[in-house]
């Protein structure tokens, strides 16, 4: 039976994806809610076959969380999933021997699969080669948006990047509707969520 620790800030994500997997005999699963849950989770009850982690997480990302694991077991087993796939991020964790970097729409028995295969240890990685996808954003609006993410006003973001508060004002609604978001807060919560933002 293979081990398997869920790590998401996601209720409904981790749970549904813990609930199919325990319908397979041959899964074991328990799950964490982030990235400090999993290291308290491995340090106290010992670390499973293989760890399915997201990406995206609030206070300590995926790759984060594998650093912190390492220092306890070096040779820790790892799958990161990704709701905004990024090539940029596949190649890190291909750089720092990571197991496998999968999109979170990845098919179901594609998953189960990565799985027995990082467990049984088959292959080096496990990944889609994605190619380098540009931002749906442009540099002004991603601007914006980077220091909309810090708090700042219209009128002081006008003055910093030198245009007017009105064509912030416009970026930031263009913002909002590429990101499909109600305000700068939602698009600002959206752009982490996709990683064109980065904590």
């Not at 799985?115 to 749906?136: P, T």
Request: proline content about 4%; aromatic content about 6%; charged content about 30%.
């Amino acid at each position: 039976m293979i081990k398997v620790l869920i790590v998401d800030d996601h209720p409904v994500v981790r749970e549904g994806m813990a609930s199919m997997l325990r319908a397979d005999s041959d899964f074991s699963v328990s799950s964490a809610s982030g990235g400090a849950d999993a290291e308290r989770y491995c340090r106290e009850k010992g670390f499973p076959d293989v760890v399915v982690m997201d990406v995206m997480m609030p206070e300590m990302d995926g790759f984060a969380t594998i650093e912190r694991l390492r220092r306890f077991e070096p040779k820790v087993k790892v799958l990161l999933l990704s709701g905004m796939p990024l090539k940029a991020d596949e190649d890190r964790a291909r750089e720092l021997k990571i197991c496998g970097y999968l999109p979170k729409s990845v098919p179901w028995r594609r998953l189960v699969s990565a799985l027995h295969e990082i467990a049984e240890g088959r292959r080096d990685f496990i990944g889609e080669s994605y190619v380098e996808q540009k931002s749906c954003l442009t540099d002004r609006e991603l601007e914006v948006l980077k220091w909309t993410a810090q708090g700042k006003t219209r009128e002081e973001i006008a003055v910093i990047i030198g245009i007017s508060a009105e064509t912030v004002k416009t970026h930031a609604k263009s913002v909002m509707r590429k990101l499909d978001a109600v305000n700068n807060v939602s698009a600002v919560a959206r752009a982490y969520e996709l990683g064109i933002l980065r904590a």
